[in-house]
């Protein structure tokens, strides 16, 4: 089987708030504790290799995990937050009268971010680095972002991206994905520190 968890990053201060996007927001007091939970509900589970978006949030929450278990955490652009181009760093209230915005949530099949990328985009390069990743690295735990993670689920489960919303994805929580069968083992498996 090529297992690979996906994790959210932690809980920061714009969570809900604010489009984040690729900003180098730190995880709040919160997200830290979830990702030292993380860390602790992990123990047992076989984890090969850590790979983590480059956010600070996303390298922040895959850590404590490394220190754990003694891994290093390498780096992968591919598992990074979706471009969200002009959305980047609007509130929510804010984006909620732009029509581009609208938009963009109701075809993500299609849509791009204004001056940024398309979920389908997104989706394919962090698919593709999952699917490049060595036996010997796997089961792999990759540390990412709620439509990121969102977007593989769907591909993986042949869904349109415009049904994505359907699948929740909380900080910090996991999901699992067996590549080689296609399954979607676990969806959005939350930790509570």
Known sequence: MKIVILARHGAHAEVGHVLSGRSEIALSPRGQAEAVALAQALDGTPIAS???SPRRRARDTAAPLGERRGLAVEIAPALDEIDFGAFTGRSFA???SDPDWFRWNAERATARCPDGETMAEASARAAGYLNS???D???ALC???CDVIRGLVARQLGLGFD???ALECDPASRTTLDL???RL???NERVRP
């Open 94 to 96: 804010e984006l909620d």
């Open 180 to 182: 080689d069968s296609g």
């Open 133 to 135: 990743l060595a036996p």
């Open 50 to 52: 850590l790979h983590a």
């Open 163 to 165: 049904r994505m919303f």
């Open 137 to 139: 690295r796997l089961p």
């Open 143 to 145: 540390v990412s972002h």
């Open 185 to 187: 083992v676990a969806l």
